[in-house]
């Protein structure tokens, strides 16, 4: 099992963003992510909320790649990039560009984008669902021909066009940056991921939880998309963003998360003993330490790759660090 960590870049500082960043490449982990958004979002809140507007937000792709230039172990992405902000053929420019800086350390993850409130702050279009659902897909499908194809390429879709585009240089890694489709939406995105894709990521954050059934049923979804468009299922690696709060306080889990809209604890089942139960399905890992590892065990059984951490306070070193020694040293 491999660990990374969703450093937020909201409502903090670079100071907290650079030591959170320090962290992570002096530890035991594998991978630092950021998020997307111009303006902070404010959870539950398709729209956001205005008068939390003013609060710090990073770039993120700006992030990332000075990240890169700090780092020489980590690999490196988002969770996920928008692809309303950036033209698709500029973002494979850029992903390969920088997959060479890192050395083969870049993760391309790509979303359809929901925040609308931030494409009205700045004045950027924002599509119906079906508008940016279709865009996404040919998005999806564009970087993958630039990424494999041998010399330039012709693209002519309704939204994104390409007359004879070269990608060069091309990806570091080998066979190319690796496509991360952000996003479980069970007849288009689901059907994007087996046919461009290459990581499967369950988000932790959405309000619909991580749970054991929630997880096992996305992938039989992947698994029929792909029967469907003639990919072996083998070749999408499964990763999860998961919320995290390691403490021993029942009523302190189920407050967490009950603020991140998460189904609630069922208290009938005490204080977490024993082996993982539907109560447990509650969308994060917040409880004691015995229980994160017994349910991160339960996922890495079920053929997960990578969890990536979400929550943990940036700039917070000792946070980080026992997150490292108490959770991911277990599974050393």
């Not at 897909?137 to 939204?159: H, M, N, S, W």
């Amino acid at each position: 099992m491999k660990f990374g960590v969703q450093v937020s870049c909201y409502r903090t500082t670079w100071d907290d963003i650079n030591a959170s960043i320090q962290a992570l490449e002096a530890g035991r982990w594998n991978s630092l992510w950021f998020a997307d958004h111009f303006l902070p979002p404010s959870p539950g809140s398709p729209g956001g909320a205005r008068d939390q507007e003013q609060g710090t937000a990073f770039e993120g792709y700006t992030l990332i790649a000075v990240a890169a230039g700090m780092t020489k172990k980590l690999r490196l992405g988002h969770l996920v990039l928008g692809n309303t902000y950036r033209n698709p053929a500029l973002l494979a420019k850029m992903a390969t560009t920088l997959d060479q800086a890192s050395k083969g350390r870049f993760v391309l993850s790509l979303g359809a984008a929901w925040f609308a409130r931030e494409h009205e702050a700045f004045g950027w279009d924002f599509p119906s669902l079906k508008e940016r659902s279709d865009r996404f897909e040919e998005a999806c499908e564009l970087i993958r021909k630039l990424f494999t194809a041998e010399g330039p390429v012709d693209y002519d879709g309704q939204y994104y066009q390409l007359d004879q585009a070269p990608l060069s240089p091309t990806s570091y890694q080998e066979p190319h940056v690796p496509i991360l489709i952000g996003g479980t939406g069970e007849r288009r995105t689901m059907r994007a991921l087996a046919k461009y894709g290459d990581i499967f990521n369950l988000d932790g954050w959405s309000g619909r939880g991580m749970s054991m059934d929630l997880y096992q049923h996305k992938i039989s979804v992947l698994e029929r998309h792909c029967e469907d468009v003639g990919r072996d299922p083998s070749e999408i690696k499964r990763t999860l963003l998961a919320p995290l709060l390691i403490t021993d306080d029942p009523a302190e889990a189920e407050q967490y998360n009950e603020a991140r809209g998460y189904r609630s604890m069922d208290r009938t089942h005490g204080n977490y003993a024993g082996p993982l139960m539907e109560a447990k399905d509650s969308g994060s890992l917040a409880g004691p330490k015995d229980y994160i590892i017994e349910r991160i065990g339960e996922f890495a059984n079920a053929g997960v790759d990578e969890i990536m951490f979400g929550g943990i306070p940036t700039g917070d070193v000792e946070a980080f660090q026992r997150v490292e020694e108490e959770i991911v040293a277990a599974f050393d």
